[in-house]
């Protein structure tokens, strides 16, 4: 089993356990960090995408000669996406947190239960 | 031109620089939000003005200097400056209604309405699939925090479900987008599209397809993966959401639409699929709802549903172009505009319930708005939606795809119900006190500016249809002309009105031939005398005559008609304005619903049927309607989806449900107007129709047979149905559906003697309906009821009237020696020279049992004792009398005269079906016999005198009773009026035959329409309202759907 394999499998069961989570936890911050647990998770798999055995890291310095760029190291695609996908991340999440501080504000529960008004 | 980079660039640097301002005050940081918006706006007028006028070829901006797949690219086409162009404009309109609610919370909203605004054009431009996430993002988190900056409980809750949402689709997104880049080393669109066709069918390929296609599509918010958008758009500030369903959808949809060409033909089918039974289930759910935003947010998902079927189907069949220009970009428009001003009407009449919306009839600035965004929606025309369906209906027709168009038209006919329904509320309902109105400047000038932009693509697209000549709408134009002119007195609107249509009489009918020229004759004559009645009026009659001559336009238009959309044009028309005039009576809420959607039903039902027609011809032909004749393979049904849409205007039998409360609720001027004239319409359209495809044969079934006797048995149950009514005006529209029974009947024959009794009747019926219904009209001015037995003794108070109802009674029951009788005589011959001696049989029962009813309207109203309220009451008013007494000499003529009127019919039946009738000085001669309507008069006159005569001298002398003056076998009853019997006159009959009446079709109908609600209202409970189910549903739809395209393979 080679390592790219394994950070997929990683990364798949951690995008796996954090929709377990949304799915089960009823406290709504315990949602967001399961969704915060799958971003994870899709972040590994991202970046395995873009790994290749036997390379190094996508940073032009003394360890890297300039005109074999190309050939020794991995794919900087996958790894400039996932640096954006986590800021983004973050953001939502935060977001997300303040949404529940106001709704706790109202009602004073944490419950996603409680927060049935609308429907139908 | 403007490089479009400069949109980009002067959201984010406002966006970025405006909290630099705030200190100068929401003034300052206002002013430059929305020099910001308008410059951007101008930068899309100038794309789209290039596109659409010019001759703009689509452009590449590349960034960065460098070319892709180095840099991101944005691409500036004629669809990505149609739809930049409607998101900037929209948007603009959108900041002025949500003003001053930003305004209070600051800059903060400014900055972030420009970065949602940013995001959208950003996903409408891109072509780089990466990008495109990090756009949607942007603009959803924007979104997001806007919507949090209301800190209502619902607003809130509503944001939170929206983002759990938000945030799944955007992992799906994510991996979706890495499994591309891994299999085409690409992220560029344009380059994916052409590696991907050339890669072997690799799994991680599909999957990857798969998840970025089902992430948009929650995105899209398709059933049943949308209980959080719904919520949404129930929760959330109207001004926002508006700006959402609108905005926020369509470019969501056009980042979807960008990944089509990457995908299979599977995914494609699924895509189309999934969209339709959004579009079919959303509507069926919105049928419960009760709150006006609720009812808007499933009908934005309905039609976000449709555009994205129509989307991937035009992919699916390789005429994508070709679909967006002409389907998607109508039916997008329509709702993009009518969705957003709805929804910005709704957050102005602040009530959660429809039914209190009978406040806004009386504020014309919120309430005309609301009607044209409301025919919008629906899609009726002149609207783009209607363009646009129209347009759908012929691609599939074309190609067909039938079921994918009764699958539309059923929606769409839900869709009308439920909002159609709302409508009537705000037209008829309740006043109550409870509601008010945010009567907020900037908000009304949002609506109005979003109502103007509809109205003027409306007018746009109805202009520049290659199929309508400019020339087809001259007969609209006195209607559109009175809706400017609402400060005349009712009777100046009246002669404008009669001058038009002598006008137009004038200058087009010595043009016209055969059926054409007779039923405009009738449309137009008959119109020209019954409108004296309608300026009977001391006032203003605000809305009427605009109405009434749209009504009276359409006909003639339909008469005019070429090719099947203009018929298809006029046809609707005259159902949305008559659907507005039947509207006009008091409490004619639920009938004027009633007939309305059974009209649009019928319509509906016409569509598909030539939809049928068009699978063989060209689908770019808008089909000449003599061509319907060509039609070979499904001939048949294109006639009987036809016929079906014609007989619910004649409310044929099983399809007349709506014709007692419909013609009882108008007013009783306006009823005149459907009963003689526009129940014509339908036997025009079947003139049209049997004249150009004959009647077809299913195997060894005779449609004329079948037709024949639904004509007979429409005939005898509307005569049944009529005879135990109460309300005299009931009475006459069962009559009425009786009466037009017969003209069916005669035409199934198919035989010159059959047309000609047929077209007979149609005028017959045509005068004698305008007597009578003019007749009650006068009779409930005065009394104040349409109820006969509270009326009474009114021969010596009105004596004209009565005079009026006697000869029409006579000229309907088919007695010598008025037209009925001539209307009869032809009718049985034909039918016997046919040898339907059944169907002889009963026609010949229904018209005896009439004069049951007849006698009704002469004893109950006329004779007996008058009640004593109503012994002050004074003859009809001379503007009812007029037209009554015009038609009954017109009877007159054509009662001793009868050539003169059959020698009209002949001359356009007889190019057809042949001579029929002989003549002989004034004797018709048939196969069977002979008709002299002189003679005949002649000697029922020398009868008549005969007896008055005899009666006169044999007599004893009379003597002079008061009415009030008897006394009943030596008894005095205790009020006089109980001696005139006259309430369930003929209950004993009903005893013997009231099954036959039982309302079983009614049930029938009940039926159909609470099951559908029962269905709605069980599926709309996968709703539960908590975040966490829809996530669950999400995800379940996303596995099913992944098994169902990608697993099994």
């Known amino acids: ?120 | 031109m403007v490089n479009p980079i400069y949109i980009v660039a002067i959201l984010l640097g406002v966006g970025f620089l405006l909290p630099s301002f705030s200190k100068g005050g929401t003034k300052l940081t206002g002013a430059i939000f929305f020099a910001a918006l308008i410059s951007v706006c101008a930068i899309s007028y100038q794309w789209l003005t290039g596109f659409l006028i010019g001759d703009q070829v689509s452009v590449m901006i590349f960034t960065a200097g460098f070319k892709p797949p180095i840099s991101i690219n944005l691409q500036m086409g004629m669809f990505e400056a149609i739809f930049t162009g409607s998101i900037n404009f929209m948007a603009l309109f959108g900041a002025i209604y949500m003003f001053r609610q930003m305004a209070e919370t600051g800059t903060r909203s400014f900055v972030l309405f420009l970065l949602m605004v940013l995001g959208l054009n950003g996903l409408v431009m891109t072509r780089d699939i990466f990008n495109l996430f990090v756009f949607l993002e942007i603009t959803s988190i924007a979104t997001y925090s806007l919507i949090g900056m209301d800190l209502k409980l619902k607003s809130l809750s509503a944001g939170f479900k929206y983002m759990i949402a938000g945030g799944i689709a955007s992992v799906f997104l994510l991996l979706g987008i890495i499994m591309l880049y891994s299999v085409t080393g690409t992220l560029n669109i344009d380059e994916m599209v052409k590696i991907i066709p050339a890669v072997a069918n690799i799994k991680i390929l599909t999957i990857g397809l798969f998840l970025v296609l089902f992430s948009l599509i929650i995105e899209m918010k398709q059933f049943p993966s949308n209980g959080w958008a719904i919520d949404a758009y129930e929760g959330v500030a109207p001004g926002l959401t508006g700006l959402v369903a609108a905005i926020g959808t369509g470019g969501v949809f056009f980042a979807i639409y960008k990944t089509f060409p990457m995908m299979n033909k599977d995914l494609l089918s699924m895509t189309a699929v999934i969209g339709m039974l959004t579009f079919f289930v959303s509507n069926l759910m919105g049928l419960k709802q009760k709150n006006p935003r609720r009812i808007l947010g499933y009908s934005s998902v309905a039609q976000m549903g449709l555009i994205l079927s129509v989307g991937a189907w035009g992919y699916r069949t390789g005429a994508a172009d070709e679909i967006f220009m002409l389907v998607l970009i109508p039916l997008f428009i329509n709702h993009f505009f009518a969705k957003a001003g709805l929804f910005w009407i709704a957050g102005i009449v602040k009530s959660e319930k429809y039914k209190n919306w009978g406040m806004i009839k009386n504020n014309k600035i919120i309430l005309i708005p609301f009607i044209i965004l409301v025919l919008a929606l629906i899609g009726l025309p002149p609207f783009p939606g209607f363009w646009g369906k129209w347009n759908l209906v012929l691609f599939w027709g074309a190609t067909k795809n039938f079921t994918w168009i009764w699958f539309l038209l059923a929606g769409s006919l839900i869709e009308a119900v439920y909002m159609l329904r709302w409508l009537g509320y705000a037209l008829k309902g309740e006043d109550t006190e409870e509601v008010k109105f945010d009567m907020t400047v900037s908000k009304n000038l949002a609506v109005f500016l979003v109502t103007s932009l509809l109205l003027t693509i409306a007018v746009y697209y109805s202009w520049t249809n290659e199929a309508i000549a400019p020339i087809y709408y001259l007969p609209f134009t006195v209607g559109l002309a009175l809706f400017y002119l609402p400060f005349l007195p009712a009777k100046i609107k009246g002669f404008i009105s009669m001058s038009g249509i002598a006008v137009y009489a004038y200058y087009f009918l010595p043009d016209q031939a055969g059926f054409n020229l007779f039923f405009n004759t009738i449309f137009l004559g008959g119109s020209f005398f019954l409108i004296i009645a309608t300026m009977h009026s001391k006032g203003k009659r605000v809305g009427f005559f605009p109405l009434l001559m749209l009504m009276i336009g359409s006909l003639v238009a339909m008469v005019e008609a070429k090719n099947t959309l203009q018929f298809f044009f006029a046809w609707e028309i005259m159902t949305v304005s008559s659907y507005f005039l039947i509207m006009r009576g008091k409490k004619a809420q639920k009938a004027a619903l009633r007939y309305v959607i059974f009209s649009l039903g019928g319509a509906f039902l016409i569509l598909i049927g030539f939809g049928y027609a068009f699978s063989e011809m060209h689908h770019k032909i808008v089909l000449p309607i003599s061509l319907l004749g060509a039609i070979e393979e499904n001939k048949s049904i294109v006639f009987i989806l036809i016929s079906i849409g014609f007989l619910v205007k004649i409310a044929g039998i099983g399809l007349h449900t709506w014709i007692g409360s419909a013609y009882k609720k108008a007013e009783d001027d306006t009823t005149a107007f459907l009963s003689s004239i526009l129940s014509k319409a339908g036997i025009f359209g079947f003139v049209i129709l049997i004249l150009i495809m004959g009647i077809p044969k299913i195997g060894k079934i005779d449609i004329a047979y079948v037709l024949g006797w639904i004509g007979a048995i429409t005939a005898i149950s509307g005569t049944m149905i009529a005879i135990f009514q109460e309300d005299a005006k009931k009475l006459l529209a069962y009559s009425s559906m009786g009466q037009v029974g017969y003209i069916i009947l005669a035409m199934a024959t198919m035989s010159g003697l059959g047309w000609t009794a047929g077209m007979y009747q149609v005028v017959n019926h045509m005068l004698i309906k305008g007597i009578l219904f003019l007749a009650i009209a006068g009779v409930i001015y005065r009394t104040g009821t349409s109820k006969m037995y509270k009326m009474g003794g009114l021969i010596k108070k009105m004596p004209l009237s009565y005079t009026a109802v006697m000869f029409g009674i006579i000229a309907i029951s088919g007695v010598p020696p008025l037209t009925g009788f001539g209307a009869k005589w032809l009718l049985y011959e034909a039918l016997i020279e046919k040898g339907w001696y059944l169907q002889t049989g009963v026609a010949f029962f229904a018209s005896t049992v009439a004069f049951l009813y007849c006698f009704r309207l002469i004893h109950t109203i006329f004779l007996g004792q008058a009640k004593t309220e109503f012994k002050d009451v004074k003859e009809a008013p001379v503007w009812f009398i007029i037209p009554q007494y015009i038609f009954i000499i017109i009877i007159m003529a054509f009662s001793m005269k009868p050539k003169l009127l059959l020698d009209m019919i002949t001359f356009a039946v007889k190019p057809i079906f042949g001579e029929s009738l002989s003549w002989v000085g004034d004797t018709a001669f048939s196969s069977l016999g002979y008709w002299n309507g002189f003679v005949v008069m002649n000697i029922v006159m020398v009868l008549f005198i005969g007896l008055t005569v005899l009666l006169l001298i044999k007599a004893p002398k009379v003597q002079k009773v008061k009415q009030f003056n008897i006394v009943f076998a030596g008894e005095r009853p205790e009020t006089p009026e109980l001696t005139h019997f006259a309430y369930q006159f003929y209950k004993p009959y009903y005893r013997a035959l009231g099954f036959l009446v039982n309302p079983r079709v009614k049930t029938f109908w009940k039926n159909v329409s609470n099951s559908a609600h029962t269905i709605g209202d069980s599926l709309r409970k996968i709703y539960t309202g908590n975040g966490q189910t829809y996530a669950f549903w999400i995800l379940m739809y996303g596995l099913i759907l992944f098994f169902i395209t990608v697993g099994v393979k």
């Open chain 1, 1 to 120: 089993m080679n390592i790219t394999t394994i950070v997929h499998i990683i990364g798949f069961a951690l995008i796996i356990i954090g929709f377990w989570g949304m799915l089960t936890q009823k406290n709504m911050i315990k949602i967001i960090l399961g969704l915060a647990i799958v971003e994870t998770g899709v972040q590994l798999v991202m970046v395995s995408f873009g790994f290749i055995e036997g390379r190094t890291a996508p940073i032009l310095d003394s360890a890297v000669e300039l005109s074999k760029v190309s050939s020794l190291i991995v794919d900087p695609v996958p790894q400039a996406l996932v640096l954006t996908a986590i800021v983004i991340g973050v953001a939502v999440n935060a977001l997300m947190l303040t949404f529940v501080i106001r709704l706790y504000q109202q009602k004073r529960s944490l419950s996603i239960n409680d927060y049935k008004e609308l429907k139908w």
